[in-house]
């Protein structure tokens, strides 16, 4: 499912991303997505977990809560990431460089009641 390749000589990254705990209502109910971005940014920086959190709202979220996912253009608290079953504070969180074969999973600790 992982892969890097180029589309129109931009090398491409293929990464799994998975919804739990509620935020799979935001990504139009799909809890596993396969995610293809740029392994590259804008700055000519290696793509990492921010590239991540912003491809996915801007690509692949339909819903308009962005609020209910990211706060300030960072993950909201008590969003749980994992990266490859780690959590993403021992990996770097948000400057973590993705890689293929990753899977980057995103759980809402938050309850209603």
Sequence with gaps: MAATGETNGAQQLT???????????LF???????VTLPSEGDDGRRANIALLIDH????????????????????????LVLINDADWELEGEESYELQPADNILFVSTLHGG
């Design 15 to 25: 990464i799994s991303v998975e919804f739990s705990g509620g935020l799979e209502m």
């Design 56 to 79: 996915l709202c801007r690509h692949v979220m339909k819903d308009t809560r962005k609020e209910l996912f990211v706060l300030d253009g960072h993950i909201r608290p008590g969003v």
């Design 28 to 34: 139009s109910d799909q809890r596993h997505h396969s």
